[in-house]
């Protein structure tokens, strides 16, 4: 955790993190890829304007603590400027970095607390509270759309309003599947599987089919009872208590079986574990830090795993294809990771289905995680244009 008990160690931490900002050009390539630039037209919010915002954070945080810290979490922190950076600027762990001075500097707001610190600092304790919430959601949610699956408040709320959201599952995937261990098969692999809460707790049919693909494969799966978030809510508020109190819970759990590949279905979980793990947990124990480098060194995607590893690939062709699909790249598994081909593989080895691909289909699609909660409507503005590049023409699922 970053503790600042005087200006003179803060003035050092600050110091270290505009080291890190020098780099940048300020050549304002940043301004053509960030959704949040292209919504709101305003410098302050593309990667440039808040690295120019970092030279001087010291000072904005003495002068004016809760506007720098909107600044910089009005982000979407999807990496479209660290991937298109001609200089190579790693905004996304500078974001991080700024982040975490701030909330050690000011505090957390209350509601972000009693979420991140009291609630998903304890994985069981997370874990049986949202299980009753799903038990009782529908008194105040009530669905809204089929197709998408979602919901909305069933009375004027000032903290729901006119929103859509996707429910929660009505029974988590760890209650339906809590913990697996199973030989290695015909692959001659085996995977740890990092679920992740996203997959668990309200699309547990997602993990549920990883489960089903990997033991089709031959893949030996290990999956200890007990996982606790990523961490990624956590480390992107500047909480770095329950961010390292996470990391440390997962590390112990998932390095009790040998394995080849930590395997994840999620792209932010993958990204995290991959590359957020290793450039942020600086302040735990060595052995900690050590652990962390080597489990997010065998860290990998579905798709990757089943076409770079596996060796899944398209069968002989079986007629024509009846079913058009599109594919969305996920901002943090295509420019975060670099994994782009193999889900498009996965698809061609499907038969029946035929890939169109959709106008920008790297584009990101304004989700965020709680970018979506604090700015909704730039979140539904950016997600409407991906709506509107997801329709080939015919019939598509």
Not at 197 to 214: I, M, N, T, W
Not at 229 to 235: D, N, R, S
């Amino acid at each position: 955790m970053i503790h600042i008990p005087d200006l003179k160690q803060l003035a050092a931490l600050v110091k270290e993190l505009e080291d890190q900002t020098i780099v940048c050009m300020r050549c304002g390539l940043c301004q053509s890829v960030c959704p949040v630039f292209a919504e709101t037209g305003r410098e302050s919010d593309v990667a440039r304007g808040k690295l120019a915002l970092l030279d001087g954070l010291a000072r904005e945080m003495l002068r004016q603590p809760a506007q720098a810290g909107q600044r910089l979490n009005k982000c979407l922190l999807c990496g479209s400027c660290a991937a298109n950076c001609p200089s190579g600027v790693n905004v996304l762990e500078i974001f991080m970095k700024a982040r975490a001075i701030l909330a050690a500097y000011q505090g957390l707001p209350a509601a972000k607390r009693l979420i991140l610190e009291k609630m998903l600092a304890h994985p069981r304790a997370f874990d049986r509270i949202l299980e009753w919430g799903a038990r009782f959601q529908n008194l105040v949610s009530r669905p809204v759309s089929k197709t998408l699956g979602t919901s909305c408040a069933r009375v004027a709320s000032p903290l729901i309003g006119n929103r859509h959201f996707v429910p929660l599952a009505p029974q988590p995937f760890h209650k339906q599947l809590a913990s697996l261990d199973t030989e290695k098969g015909a692959s001659g692999l085996k995977a740890a599987f990092f679920p992740g809460c996203l997959l668990d707790k309200f699309f547990p049919h997602v993990a549920r089919d990883v489960v089903d693909v990997l033991t089709h494969h031959g893949v030996g799966i290990w999956m200890p009872p007990g996982q606790g978030c990523c961490g990624i809510p956590a480390v992107s508020a500047g909480d770095m208590a329950t961010f390292e109190k996470l990391a440390m819970h997962n590390i112990d759990l998932l390095e009790e079986k040998e394995t080849d590949y930590l395997v994840t279905a999620c792209a932010t979980c993958t990204a995290t574990l991959k590359e957020v793990w290793p450039a942020m947990l600086g302040n735990l124990p060595a052995d900690y830090q050590d652990r962390a480098r080597a489990l997010a060194a065998k860290t990998i995607d579905i798709h990757q795993l089943l076409v770079d590893h596996v060796g899944v690939a398209p069968p002989p062709e079986e007629g024509e294809p009846t079913v058009t699909v599109s594919y969305h790249d996920p901002c943090h598994l295509k420019k975060s990771l670099g994994v782009h081909q193999q889900p498009r593989e996965l698809i061609a080895a499907s038969p029946g289905y035929r890939l169109v691909e959709m106008t920008g289909a790297d584009k990101c699609c304004g989700m965020g995680g709680s970018f979506n909660l604090q700015y909704y409507e730039i979140s539904c503005s950016i997600g409407a244009l991906k709506k509107r590049a997801s329709r080939p023409p015919g019939p598509l699922w």
